[in-house]
Nanobody, 126 residues
Framework: QVQLVESGGGLVQAGGSLRLSCAAS?????????MGWFRQAPGKEREFVAT???????????DYADSVKGRFTLFRDNAKNTVSLQMNTLKPEDTAVYYC???????????????WGQGTQVTVSS
């Protein structure tokens, strides 16, 4: 089993920044898991935000949704089993519950992930 706990959500004004963190634990968790972030606004389906990627011979990188590219940055600390999402220049449309997820074979769709956190609310005011 893998447990994921998000933190760092809150209320921020447009143009501000927040840093979300996701802590992973469990006997089966390892750096082999990809770590992703999704978000879900009320009445809308869950959408992809960002995920870790492995390119150029498993060199770590990250994949971002077009809506957040250039504003959000993903950080992963394998030694601490954490992944963080630095969110800058936040917009009201970024308001959503943000979920951390883990998968051995991650992708941009939610169905590729095996484990999910409880979510953390991000609210961006105008």
């Amino acid at each position: 089993q893998v447990q994921l706990v998000e933190s760092g959500g809150g209320l921020v004004q447009a143009g501000g920044s927040l840093r979300l963190s996701c802590a992973a634990s469990g006997r089966t968790f390892s750096s082999s898991y990809g770590m992703g972030w999704f978000r879900q606004a009320p009445g809308k389906e869950r959408e992809f935000v960002a995920t870790t990627t492995w390119k150029f011979g498993n060199t770590y990188s990250a994949d971002y949704a077009d809506s957040v590219k250039g504003r959000f940055t993903l950080f992963r600390d394998n030694a601490k089993n954490t992944v963080s999402l630095q969110m800058n220049t936040l917009k009201p449309e970024d308001t959503a519950v943000y979920y951390c997820a883990a998968a051995l074979h991650p992708g941009r769709t939610w169905s590729t992930y095996n484990y999910w956190g409880q979510g953390t609310q991000v609210t961006v005011s105008s």
